[in-house]
């Protein structure tokens, strides 16, 4: 996927119907800036590695999934820059969150 170095719009990425992508600058490896969020669905979706780990790349993330309602939150592992976002989307969103005991047990997650 493409590196976003300017701020600005996040774009969404169809690969199949039902799956779309989109590339949101986390913390992560250089040379990458950014961390693939995968969106599971059409206008219902599940949101799988949310990052994010600004005020306005969380808003632009929101922004990109404009009319799409996030009905579920995958978390693939617990590395920053793959779960930087999912507080605020879970907040805005009252998604339910999936993840792996280990990773719910890393970060601090209850219930999930």
């Known amino acids: ?50 990052a994010g780990a600004t005020v306005a790349d969380r808003a632009a993330l929101y922004a990109a ?7 579920g939150i995958l978390l693939t592992h617990h590395h920053i820059d793959h779960t930087c976002g999912v507080d605020d989307l879970h907040q805005r969103t009252g998604a339910p969150l999936f993840a792996h005991p280990h990773t719910a047990t890393v970060l601090g997650l209850s219930g999930v």
Not at 22 to 29: D, K, R
Not at 65 to 71: A, E, M
């Open 65 to 71: 999934l404009d009319s799409r309602r996030v009905t």
């Open 1 to 50: 996927m493409a590196f976003r170095l300017n701020a600005g719009p996040l774009a969404v990425h169809s690969v199949l119907p039902g799956l779309a992508v989109v590339a949101v600058p986390s913390p992560t490896l250089p040379p990458a800036t950014t961390t693939n969020c995968w969106l599971l669905g059409d206008q219902d979706v599940i949101a799988v590695d949310p």
